[in-house]
């Protein structure tokens, strides 16, 4: 039987210079990229990752990522990232995450959910529960569950974006962060300068293909809250919720 | 008196699935992401980086990059980026750099040339050429300097492009990096397909700034040679010449 730090995976990420915005701070989309990286990995070394899904003829796909910061730093050493296990059931499996930097503050808390899909049809299938149960952990990860997000589409006309070479990723899909990163940019710089985006939660619904045309759409929905998501020809690839403070 | 060997800086990275095209190669903008590091890594280490250059009120400009890749790797472990400064003068200074797999087979190489400008006036300043001049090295850099540049501007209508958060680097600048990803997506996906990118060259001529209404141009020169260029009103902020095969 492991115990819960067994069953906790870490990476550590340097972040570079050129990855940090107009403040000097690193981005939601960069945390991000460091969560999705740091769950390949932990995945990879306990037999449920990319490459063992493949050999079932299926994979992974992300279908909800919910990121709380209380901080993000500058150019300053190292980020830990701590990843675990904390659900599974017959189509989902939740992964949290809880980020340190070098004197071992803590960072942010982020909760993710996970569905497999058949590589062919692109449907959902049923999780292998056997392997992944070894490593349900009970380590805390005091933030809200992804919830319910506003539709943004139902109050915006959007701004159009044609999907590029730079948004696909590995498997010829609209990139997951490049999501977060479209999203982001439909903030007016302002809002960068004065406030800080506490909460960024993300549903991912629908694959996004090269070329496509999308809408993007912005709806405040309280004063520091807003709603975010991404359309074709109607349909909903992604929607995502932001809280600034 | 240094060796050739000292003088020469190395940065090592893991390239990870999240950077990876869809062909699951590593991109030209991730590759020029590791040479700035590297050169970033390199000059901090010897007396002459961002932070020493902020002491005297100027900071360096990157003002021409050439990328010559002869091998695009998937992802295969770590590349080794090694770096060395092979020319100074009153204004400019030359970099080069060659970059390796983990068995150290070449995968390519690099020149850049590197200005210094005041922090306040944003204008060219003259160099200090003594901490630099200790590091001069004669290491081989088999490919073309940087050369003339076709205006792609004047051959073609263009692409408008409005710039964003996520385009500005830590200066609050149109990121080095951002420009790349920008004229590559210039390109159709079935070039990707069928041909690789052998020779990237790029030339920065003006600072971009947030919310600036961009103008991305591409002209093809002969089969297998693009001019690229960005303007904002007229005036031209970058230029790139791209080879194929």
């Not at 050129?18 to 915005?21: A, R, T």
């Given at each position: 039987m492991l115990t819960d730090e067994e069953k906790t995976g870490v990476s550590t990420f340097v972040p570079d210079s050129?990855?940090?915005?107009f403040r000097g701070r690193i981005t939601v989309s960069t945390i991000s990229m460091y969560l999705l990286q740091t769950a390949s990995e932990h995945a990879a070394n306990h037999g449920f990752g990319y490459s063992d899904m493949t050999k079932q003829h299926t994979t992974w796909v992300l279908s909800r990522l919910a990121v709380e910061v209380n901080d993000y730093p500058g150019i300053s050493g190292p980020i830990s990232v701590y990843t675990w296990v904390d659900e599974i059931n017959r189509l989902f499996t939740s992964r949290c995450f809880e980020w340190k930097d070098q004197t071992g503050k803590t960072l942010g808390f982020a909760r993710s959910i996970w569905a497999a899909i058949d590589l062919q049809t692109r449907k959902p299938t049923t999780l292998d529960q056997t392997t992944i149960s070894h490593y349900l952990c009970n380590r805390s990860c005091p933030i809200d569950k992804p919830g319910k997000i506003v539709p943004a589409e139902q109050h915006d006309a959007g701004m159009p974006y044609q999907l590029k070479y730079s948004d696909l990723d590995i498997n010829g899909h609209f990139n997951s962060i490049k999501y977060i990163e479209h999203m982001l940019d439909l903030f007016d710089l302002k809002l960068f300068s004065e406030k800080e985006i506490r909460r960024f939660e993300i549903e991912y619904k629908a694959e996004g293909m090269y070329g496509m045309e999308l809408m993007l759409h912005k709806h405040q929905v309280t004063e520091d809250k807003y709603a975010l998501s991404i359309c074709h020809e109607g349909k909903v690839l992604s929607r995502a919720a932001v809280t600034w403070q």
């Open positions: 050129y990855l940090m915005d």
